[in-house]
């Protein structure tokens, strides 16, 4: 294994995905809402994998289940696999956080950001390709 697969010296806006490991690092931005408007980062969906979120700055409101959490900076959640989930912003400021998932997940988001169709029929498919399932 070579080092630099495995070291992101500046992680921001970027993802830490190493050949092999099970799991992943991305640190990224979620834009703030306005009027209270919610803005998912992802529809619910569900997955095998675990999935955590470390807030850096702002906070995140995290839908467990059927719970909801307010994350402030500083805080953590983590959804355990086969658990109905989504995330957003809840302030109008900018949220920082830390990303941490399976390698079959960051395939299905890399998928999604590829896809030139984001209809809902052509997001089932996608993510039922990458044994998920989109619930929204």
């Given at each position: 294994m070579s080092?630099p697969e495995?070291?992101?010296?500046?992680?921001?806006?970027?993802?830490?995905?190493?050949?092999g490991?099970?799991i992943?690092?991305?640190?990224?931005?979620?834009?703030?809402?306005a009027d209270?408007?919610?803005l998912?980062?992802?529809?619910l969906?569900?997955?095998?994998e675990d999935e955590?979120?470390?807030?850096?700055e702002?906070?995140?409101g995290?839908?467990?289940?059927d719970?909801?959490?307010e994350?402030?900076?500083?805080?953590?959640?983590?959804?355990?696999?086969g658990?109905?989930?989504?995330?957003?912003?809840p302030r109008?400021?900018?949220?920082?956080?830390?990303l941490v998932?399976?390698p079959k997940?960051?395939a299905?988001?890399n998928?999604?950001?590829?896809?030139?169709?984001?209809?809902?029929?052509?997001m089932r498919?996608?993510?039922?390709?990458?044994?998920a399932e989109?619930?929204?």
């Open positions: 080092i495995t070291f992101e010296p500046a992680l921001r806006g970027r993802t830490l995905a190493p050949p490991s099970g992943v690092l991305a640190e990224w931005e979620a834009e703030g809402a209270g408007e919610r998912e980062q992802a529809p969906h569900r997955h095998g955590a979120w470390y807030v850096l702002g906070v995140l995290v839908r467990i289940g719970e909801e959490v994350v402030p900076a500083g805080g953590a959640a983590i959804v355990p696999g658990t109905a989930h989504t995330y957003w912003n109008p400021e900018p949220a920082r956080y830390l998932m399976g997940t960051n299905l988001i998928a999604i950001h590829a896809a030139a169709d984001r209809g809902p029929d052509a498919r996608l993510f039922e390709e990458h044994d989109l619930l929204a």
